[in-house]
């Protein structure tokens, strides 16, 4: 049976540095795994760490893997793939299928600019970290506009179903700095420069 993965893949921390370095570019899961998303986020040792996009998607059984697919994986060997995948899944059959993901990071979020607007993230993204991290801290009223704007996908939108006028686009915005200055005081998201008016 397959297993759908969203717009989030979380990977164990020791794997952020292989990742983020570009020495990473793929992640083996086992069993059947179907991406609904182009765009994803990755994280790793308890906070989102890269955006990234989903390069492709294969399926290959156990004994099929090769010492190329290990590469591309972060490991010297297919042999220490091999123990890793044990390791995370427990004993394992050679004809068990493997989902291979490749993905591009296309942002790392260690580097968040704090002179561009939200630090240079996109508001829906900021709208799905708190969500997902912030959840039992944002007040009722920041969860429902927030999840309305990862719904809607756009500020404009979200205002126009929300409130039935786009002029309160504002409401959105106050909502969006409230979760990312959280984000950032929670250490969530990292920034060089805290201090920054968001």
Known sequence: MARYLGRHLMVKGKYVEAIVGGFKTTTIRLGIVKPRYREIIIHGGGRPVAKATIVSVRYKRLRE???NDALKDGFKTLKELMRE????YGRLNPDDTVTIIEFKVTEKLSELDASKPYMGLEPVDIARLALRYLAHRLSQSDKEILLELTRS?????????KYGDISKRYLIRRA?????T???????L????NDKHI
């Open 65 to 67: 893997l090769t010492e």
């Open 85 to 88: 995948l044990e390791d995370a």
């Open 153 to 161: 996908n756009s500020i404009r939108a979200a205002a126009l179903k």
């Open 176 to 180: 969006l700095r409230r979760a990312l």
């Open 182 to 188: 959280a984000l950032i005081r929670e250490g969530v």
């Open 190 to 193: 990292k920034v060089e420069d």
